[in-house]
């Protein structure tokens, strides 16, 4: 990336160009322009439409959360790029964080999944779907599954304890209703965020339409969300009865996830759910 490159962005009077943490995927930087900072991420030999499903993602999320604005998309020299609105780092009540998720949970669907796949590092078969247990099992863990059995990282043992729980899974989902909710997809504490007005606010989602425990069990897999999280959340939008006998079977995915994309050492934390079922 060089100043020929940032000359073709559709912001001008860019000052400084520093780099940023933005996950493990993108390029980011902050541009510095004489009236305002923004957020750029850039990848790479993609197609500009590498960034539809964040764009889509934060449109969704900020009916009833705050997000960063999206300002720009688009290819430069066979790179995408996305430029967002720059939010300021500070502190907050995680209560008020809880009850911003719980907002966003109760936008609600007539189905499960979303309008289209996600092909990132890991796939995400969105295909629409009247039951939880479906989608959940058919459309998440066992392409996982298999997707592990393919690098070496699956085996036998794992995988009849894996058939046992997804027929629990798909039994449990026969009788007892859930309502799609709309989901970040990634709720790890690296994806939220306090303003320097103390405002939370959600960045980098990969949204779809789902159970909502499925998004709170990506909160206790990697820690920093506390109990005032839980209260605001639960004072907000009360959890169904039995959530903690259900929260492995969701934790498991995300486990999974890193077990596919960081390998064995991950194993370890699969084995210690499936063996339960």
């Known amino acids: ?37 923004y957020f750029l991420l850039v990848q790479p030999n993609r197609e500009q439409s590498f960034y539809q499903h964040e764009i889509e993602g934060l449109k969704l999320l900020g009916q009833a959360a705050l997000v960063p604005e999206v300002i720009a998309s688009g290819q430069i020299n066979g790179d995408a790029y996305l430029i967002l609105s720059w939010l300021e ?7 008020d964080l809880g009850q911003l998720v719980a907002h966003v949970h109760q936008i609600h669907n007539d189905q499960f999944g979303f309008d289209h ?9 969105n295909t629409w779907q009247s039951s939880w247990g479906d989608f959940y099992v058919h459309q998440r863990l066992e392409v996982l599954a298999k997707r592990a059995a393919e690098h070496g990282l699956w085996n036998q ?24 909710s709309l989901l970040h997809g990634d709720l790890w504490f690296g994806n939220v965020m306090f ?5 939370p606010a959600l960045i980098d989602p990969d949204v779809l339409y789902g159970d909502r425990e499925f998004d709170l069990a990506m909160t206790t897999v990697f820690g ?8 605001g959340y639960n004072d907000t939008y009360p959890l169904q009865p039995g959530f903690q006998q259900r929260l492995p079977w ?6 999974m996830a890193h077990l596919n994309l960081f390998g064995e050492s991950y194993g370890g934390s699969v084995d210690r759910i499936l063996s339960n079922y």
């Open 250 to 255: 969701y934790q498991l995915y995300y486990l």
């Open 157 to 180: 043992k794992r995988q009849d304890h894996l058939q046992r729980l997804c027929q629990i899974i798909l039994d449990y989902y026969q009788t007892h209703e859930t309502v799609p």
């Open 195 to 199: 303003t320097a007005d103390g405002k």
């Open 1 to 37: 990336m060089d100043n020929e490159w940032l000359e073709q962005l559709p912001i001008k009077g860019i000052k400084s160009v520093t780099p940023v943490s933005g996950g493990d995927i993108n390029q980011a930087y902050r541009l510095e322009t004489a009236t305002d900072p």
């Open 89 to 95: 780092t500070g502190t907050g009540d995680q209560y």
């Open 117 to 125: 796949d996600v092909d990132g590092k890991l796939p995400k078969i």
């Open 224 to 231: 920093g969300f506390d109990d005032r999280f839980y209260q």
